[in-house]
């Protein structure tokens, strides 16, 4: 519903109309829209459009999202600009991830190392050694 909106505001570098797009896909929650926000999440060297989308994935509280933020979390091009992205991780079980997330809370600077406790703290079930 939005993906054409969307593309098009984020290759004319339109960044107030791309964030009124994803404001509207994370109130709706539209999973459509997932697959092009991967794409973009992935592929951005712009930080602050990076964590806008991780959000709106974020908001999808859909699963499938998990892989890609911890994937784009490991990149070396976000040193610096992981705290939002692990942010994200939130909603979801990242107990999976926890060779990730205590390598980030070990090597992060303190706003990833905070959220990485967060993640790691809120798990449901024990870690085993």
Do not use: W
Not at 90 to 113: K, M, R, W
Request: negative net charge; hydrophobic residues 40%.
């Amino acid at each position: 519903m939005y993906n054409n909106s969307l593309k098009l505001a984020i290759e004319n570098e339109r960044f107030d109309e791309t964030e009124i797009i994803l404001e509207e896909i994370s109130n709706s929650k539209d999973i459509q829209a997932i697959p092009l926000l991967i794409e973009y999440l992935r592929s951005t060297e712009n930080a602050l459009l990076r964590n806008s989308i991780a959000l709106t994935l974020s908001d999808t509280g859909n699963e499938d999202v998990v892989q890609p933020l911890i994937d784009v979390i490991n990149d070396p091009k976000t040193l610096g600009y992981r705290g939002t992205l692990l942010y994200a991780l939130e909603p979801f079980d990242c107990s999976a991830h926890i060779e990730t997330l205590v390598y980030h809370l070990i090597n992060g600077n303190y706003e990833v190392q905070a959220q990485a406790y967060q993640l790691i703290k809120s798990f449901k079930k024990e870690i085993p050694n």
